[in-house]
């Protein structure tokens, strides 16, 4: 079964420290992983994806298939980065179709 | 603009009454999709359709009905709506098999069934 887990619904840490939203999943083929974010009052948008191997907004997230997790990463929290962050899974390039994970709100105190 | 639109923005209705969201995207995409956001913050498909065809429907009531006059454009009406409704409804689309399958999202429908 294609599933994605993301074990804190809520993370909270102080301006300055480092942030790891935790992903996993469970698919059997070579999934598309993504991580989408959601600020306060706009909409669901695409941070990162694991085929372009990217950092955004000083976020990365490594693909580990041996451990199937794709957790986000940034080394220094900033007060805008507090936001709900979905990680997705894509098992289907005909359909395109996303299965998401219950999403982590992180809260970045000053 | 180029994006993807959703109307209204806001739905409060009462039980048992019918009512349709409607989504448009300019981005040229041939995909589109129904997501819907409860209570939580779990997102979970409900529909898609690829240039007017249905392609994915996820076990939704048949109090659903998505419909789709072109690939530009994919609505959602709902019969007899009940309390558990009560949601915010995301449409999104995209072109899929492209080497990626970056969804891009509406604003959203926060529909409030009393």
């Keep these: 079964a294609q599933r994605v887990t993301q074990p804190e619904k809520l993370l909270s840490v102080f301006k300055g420290a480092p942030v790891e939203l935790k992903c996993n999943y469970s698919y059997s083929g070579s999934p598309e992983l993504f991580w989408y974010v959601q600020y306060s009052r706009q909409r669901l948008q695409l941070l990162l994806r694991h085929i372009s191997r990217e950092s955004i907004k000083g976020f990365t997230a490594d693909l580990n298939k041996g451990e199937t997790s794709f957790h986000l990463k940034k080394p220094f929290a900033q007060e805008e980065d507090s936001a709900m962050y979905y990680c997705a899974l894509s098992g289907s390039s005909n359909t395109g179709k996303l299965i998401f994970g219950q999403g982590t709100t992180l809260q970045v105190k000053p | ?114």
């Design chain 2, 1 to 114: 603009d180029t994006a993807v639109s959703q109307t209204p923005k806001y739905l409060v209705t009462q039980m048992g009454n019918d009512k349709s969201i409607k989504c448009e995207q300019n981005l040229g995409h041939d995909t589109m999709y129904w997501y819907k956001q409860d209570s939580k913050k779990f997102l979970k498909i409900m529909f898609s359709y690829n240039n007017k065809e249905l392609i994915i429907n996820e076990t939704v009531p048949n109090r659903f009905s998505p419909k789709s006059p072109d690939k530009a454009h994919l609505n959602l009406h709902i019969n007899s709506l009940e309390l558990g409704d009560s949601a915010v409804y995301f449409c999104a689309s995209t072109t899929p098999g492209l080497g990626y399958n970056e969804q891009f999202f509406g604003p959203g429908t926060r529909l409030t069934v009393l």
